[in-house]
C-alpha cells in the first residue's frame, strides 16, 4: 500500500502525538525521561525532529500508555470468510514463512 506522507512528516507527526499525550498527562520532558529511561536530550530531539531509536520510542509509549495500541495496529490482518468454500481454499494454502518479492 503506497502512503502520501513521507517518513519525515510521519515521524514529526508521531513526535507531535507523543509530545501532546504527555502534555495532557502533565509531565515535563524531564518526568517523562526519568520515568521512561529515555535521556532528556533525546526526548528534546525526538519533540524537535522526530528522530528517536526504536527501542526509545518503545520506552515512551510504554509510559504514556500506548503501546498495545501500536501492538494492535501492527497484527496482521486475519482474512475474512463469506463461505465454507472460502475457508477450505485458505488452509490450502499454508502461511509464509519468507516473501518472494524483491
Given at each position: 500500500m503506497l502512503s502520501l506522507i513521507s517518513a519525515s512528516k510521519a515521524q514529526l507527526k508521531i513526535a507531535e502525538n507523543i509530545?501532546?499525550?504527555r502534555l495532557s498527562m502533565e509531565l515535563t520532558q524531564e518526568g517523562l525521561?526519568?520515568?521512561?529511561?529515555?535521556?532528556?536530550a533525546t526526548l528534546r530531539k525526538f519533540e524537535q525532529k522526530g528522530a528517536i531509536s526504536l527501542e526509545s520510542f518503545l520506552k515512551l509509549l510504554m509510559v504514556v500508555g500506548e503501546v498495545e495500541e501500536l501492538l494492535n495496529i501492527l497484527k496482521p490482518s486475519?482474512?475474512?470468510f463469506n463461505s465454507i468454500d472460502d475457508v477450505l481454499?485458505?488452509?490450502?494454502?499454508?502461511s509464509r514463512k519468507r516473501g518472494w518479492k524483491k
Open positions: 509530545r501532546a499525550r525521561a526519568e520515568r521512561s529511561g529515555v535521556p532528556l486475519k482474512p475474512t481454499k485458505d488452509t490450502d494454502n499454508a
